[in-house]
């Protein structure tokens, strides 16, 4: 695990390094000229530093890994996805005004 980074998942690899990961992962679908996700990117950045070791943090772009995106039914991006045990436990959609914070909240109420 690239511990603190954020890791680009293709279709190939996600079952393996999301659906099999040991903590849980939040990835994030988005594409390169989505504004609202190149916005999001520094963020989820900071977030993958400061989980580092307590949550993986992932990103698909769906212009590339289509099928990934099409598996996990993303109609709209930025979409972030949280893993835990393999399954799907929470989603958020979009850009928040309070984005940092509103990860954090979701992230930590599956980390207890």
């Not at 099999?20 to 988005?30: H, I, N, R, T, Y």
């Not at 769906?62 to 109609?75: F, S």
Request: glycine share 8%; hydrophobic share 35%; proline share 5%.
């Amino acid at each position: 695990m690239d511990e603190g980074k954020l890791i680009s998942l293709t279709d190939q690899d996600f079952g393996s390094e999301v659906l099999k990961a040991e903590v849980p992962v939040l990835v994030d679908f988005w594409a390169p000229w989505c504004g609202p996700c190149r916005m999001a990117g520094p963020v989820l950045e900071k977030i993958a530093e400061e989980y580092s070791g307590k949550v993986k943090v992932c990103k698909v772009n769906v212009e590339e890994q289509r099928q990934v995106a099409i598996d996990n039914g993303i109609m709209s991006i930025p979409t972030l996805n949280f893993y835990k045990n393999g399954e799907l436990v929470d989603q958020m959609t979009g850009v928040t005004p309070n984005y940092e914070s509103d990860i954090k909240k979701k992230l930590d109420s599956h980390l207890e």
